[in-house]
């Protein structure tokens, strides 16, 4: 079973706490019940409070992380990306019916910094899943608006433990392919999928090298549109990946031609991703990841609530709207009006040098 390879990485470094000492409410200790349980109510009820921006909200979805860790871990993390149009919502949904059949519970999250602007999210149409979204073994979670792309994937790594944690044992994550999502959403799940148009002659000058390097498994999906364009394009994308350097001496990324329409290739791109998967949790080299990913987590967190922490502090609000303002101007040094702006909060650098 998947529980049983990944039950190392689910035990992360912290210090020992009860549920009794980390929920402090009643409330917060049904929310924990319930997504062990795997209700939905409390699922979508916690990742609600996770997304959710006040610091008491904050608080206690921190303490609902930490208990939920030790039940988390054992799921398939996958992350798919491409470009718009390929077909992603309609793929996603045929592989997640697949993977239902096959016994699996299925969740789909979302990474989405576009949100931030719009309002919307790649997966606020529901519709583009309805058979999916509506069957009771599938969660879908559409990304958080008003965030910047460090808040999403902050908010969606979070999402990931809580979901394992209610018994899904496969995670998509879905992102745009544009930006820098597909780094943030790679560095967050097991295997990274690349989805292409069929017509690559111009699609591929397209595709940014970056993106290329993270994919693990390519599908040029809508295959059954032009099966002579899918295939050229499989041959192009060979080529092209022939010249990279691959993520895994043992793994050569594979071009596989899928429908989500018809069905095609999807069994066989979730072998594939298995094949790998497997592959990485039998020599420890999934392990392994999953603890680089945590650390870096870690950092970013860190980074993440220092800033927060800066832009709060009294002196570092009354002085930043002239030093803004002086930097725009080309007055200041963005450098050195950051020095000010460090020392307004206390923060001496040069003081290290001195002790």
């Known amino acids: 079973m998947i529980g049983m390879m990944l039950s190392e990485t689910a035990a992360v470094a912290a ?30 009820k916690t990742i609600t409070l996770i997304e959710s921006q006040r610091p008491d909200h904050r608080a206690r979805a921190e303490q609902l992380i930490q208990v939920l860790l030790p039940h988390a871990g054992h799921a398939v993390r996958l992350g798919i990306s491409g470009v718009p149009g390929v077909g992603k919502s309609t793929f996603i949904e045929a592989l997640g019916l697949h993977l239902i059949e096959a016994g699996h519970r299925v969740a789909v999250l979302a990474v989405d910094p576009s949100s931030s602007v719009s309002g919307g999210s790649i997966l606020g149409d ?9 069957d009771p073994r599938a969660f879908i979670r559409p990304s958080p608006a008003g965030q910047s792309l460090g808040g999403v994937a902050e908010r969606t790594r979070e999402a990931i433990l809580v979901v394992e944690a209610a018994g899904y044992d496969v995670v998509i994550v879905e992102t745009v392919g544009v930006g820098q999502s597909e780094t943030a959403v790679a560095n967050m799940t097991d295997v990274f999928a690349l989805l ?159 002790e």
């Not at 002239?322 to 040094?333: K, L």
Request: charged letters at 25%; a positive charge.
């Open 15 to 44: 210090q020992p706490v009860s549920v009794a000492q980390a929920l402090r409410s009643d409330a917060d200790q049904r929310l924990y019940d319930g997504v062990l349980r795997g209700e939905l109510r409390a699922l979508a």
């Open 196 to 354: 292409q148009l069929p017509n690559a002659g111009d699609e591929l000058q397209g595709i940014k090298k970056g993106i290329m390097e993270l994919a693990d498994v390519i599908a040029v999906n809508k295959a059954d549109v032009d099966a002579k364009a899918a295939a050229r394009a499989k041959s192009q994308l060979e080529v092209a990946l022939h010249l990279m350097r691959p993520t895994y001496p043992d793994w050569r990324v594979p071009v596989l031609l899928t429908s989500a329409r018809t069905g095609e290739g999807v069994a066989e791109f979730w072998d594939t991703v298995m094949r790998l998967w497997q592959m990485l949790a039998d020599d420890g080299r999934l392990a392994a990841k999953r603890q680089r990913q945590a650390q870096a987590w870690l950092w970013e967190a860190i980074d993440a609530e220092l800033k927060r922490w800066f832009r709060a502090h009294p002196n570092v609000r009354a002085a930043l709207p002239d030093v803004e303002g002086s930097v725009a101007a080309g007055r200041s040094a963005p450098i050195w009006a950051a020095r000010q702006l460090l020392a307004a909060a206390g923060i001496d650098r040069m003081r290290q040098h001195k």
């Open 126 to 134: 529901k519709t583009r899943m309805e058979r999916l979204s509506q």
